[in-house]
């Protein structure tokens, strides 16, 4: 397994922008399947975005769609979500998690993934 730290989550106002990273352990990032979670208060946990390992496949939330940017750095072992226009409702611990896979696929079920870091907290104010 791969071991996932997340960072760059905080407290922003409404309309703002955050960029959540999460850097990754082993030399074997390149072949990993990746994705952000999160879990609101009270709430299951739940998709927001994921990236295929090659970095040309992405899928998103609907909410989130035209919002929120996955991206990827293998040279530096790390996943990138570029959040803008946040709302209230994007308040949140955000997850990232990884699995190894052999097809170039999104993977958008939490119950696929091996690997989960300990979560950033987003709180988005009014």
């Known amino acids: 397994q791969v071991q996932l730290v997340e960072s760059g989550g905080g407290l922003v106002q409404a309309g703002g922008s955050l960029r959540l990273s999460c850097a990754a352990s082993g030399r074997t990032f390149s072949s990993y399947a990746m994705g952000w979670f999160r879990q609101a208060p009270g709430k299951e946990r739940e998709f927001v975005a994921a990236i295929s390992w090659s970095g040309r496949n992405t899928g998103y939330k609907d909410s989130v769609k035209g919002r929120f940017t996955i991206s990827r750095d293998s040279a530096k072992n790390t996943l990138y979500l570029q959040m803008n226009s946040l709302n209230v409702e994007d308040t949140a611990v955000y997850y990232c998690?990884?699995?190894?896979?052999?097809?170039?696929?999104?993977?958008?079920?939490?119950?696929?993934?091996?690997?989960w870091g300990q979560g950033t907290r987003v709180t988005v104010s009014a």
């Open positions: 998690a990884a699995k190894p896979m052999y097809s170039d696929s999104v993977l958008e079920v939490g119950g696929g993934y091996d690997s």
